[in-house]
């Protein structure tokens, strides 16, 4: 099956800071990848949808400003959580389409996990 | 988004089947049903997906019922390995303004454990 794989999988940085996490579609193009957020005993949240060539489109809530999404190829989208707070802490997670880009299946990447001190 | 509604949590014991339930009774005409399941500290990995029809792959089955408004996975032998969080997820294909892309919005899901 497709593989999609994300680095780091775990980062630990300053408050202030910014951390960039990205995610690859190994075995295939993916014009569009979902980014999720997962707290702790949480349900995944849906943050934003990355188009290839295009800006980024952002759930309701979610900062823009702070959560800095590129999606510079058809293998390669990144997430900059910008200026990080403890409360950014969390599980990071991409999705990508296959071949059936609307409807089919959604292939994951392993998560990040981001603490912030 | 249409909305799906899970049991919390169900249990199993080891090779028995188990059945999980979804209620989805807003969905729509072009949602398709998703099932994906999660272990602790790792994303998400696809089960199975149909639109109306019953669905069959090597991990599971999928039986949607007639006016779609409920289906069920089933694991026809549950292992210790099928202990997860089980989610049922509607996707729109629907390009909603040019935003919407078929996006998937996890609900709570449910907590499969299995005993040995």
């Known amino acids: 099956g497709a593989v999609v794989s994300q680095h780091p999988s775990w980062v630990i940085c300053k408050s202030g800071t910014s951390v960039k996490i990205e995610c690859r579609s190994l075995?295939?193009?993916?014009?569009?990848m979902f980014w999720y957020r997962q707290f702790p005993k949480q349900s995944l949240m849906l943050m934003a949808t990355?188009?290839?060539?295009?800006?980024?489109?952002?759930e309701q809530g979610v900062e823009k400003d702070k959560f800095l999404i590129n999606h510079a190829s058809l293998t390669l989208s990144t997430l900059t959580v910008t200026s990080a707070h403890p409360e950014d802490s969390s599980f990071y997670i991409c999705?990508?389409?296959?071949?059936?880009?609307?409807?089919?299946?959604?292939?994951f990447g392993e998560g990040s996990r981001l603490t912030v001190l | 988004d249409a909305k799906t509604t899970q049991p919390n949590s169900m249990e199993s014991n080891e090779e028995e089947p188990v059945h999980l339930p979804c209620n989805h009774s807003t969905i729509s005409g072009t949602d398709y049903i998703h099932w994906y399941r999660q272990l602790p500290s790792q994303g998400p990995e696809y089960v199975i997906h149909?639109?109306?029809s019953n669905v069959n792959n090597r991990m599971a089955s999928l039986a949607i019922a007639e006016d779609r408004k409920s289906s069920t996975l089933i694991l026809h032998r549950a292992t210790l390995r099928d202990a997860a969080v089980y989610y049922c997820i509607l996707r729109d294909p629907n390009n909603a303004g040019g935003t919407s892309y078929g996006k998937l919005t996890f609900g709570q899901g449910t907590i499969l454990t299995v005993h040995p």
């Open positions: 990355s188009n290839e060539g295009s800006k980024a489109t952002y």
């Open positions: 075995d295939f193009q993916a014009t569009t």
């Open positions: 149909g639109l109306t």
């Open positions: 999705s990508a389409s296959g071949t059936s880009r609307f409807t089919g299946e959604l292939f």
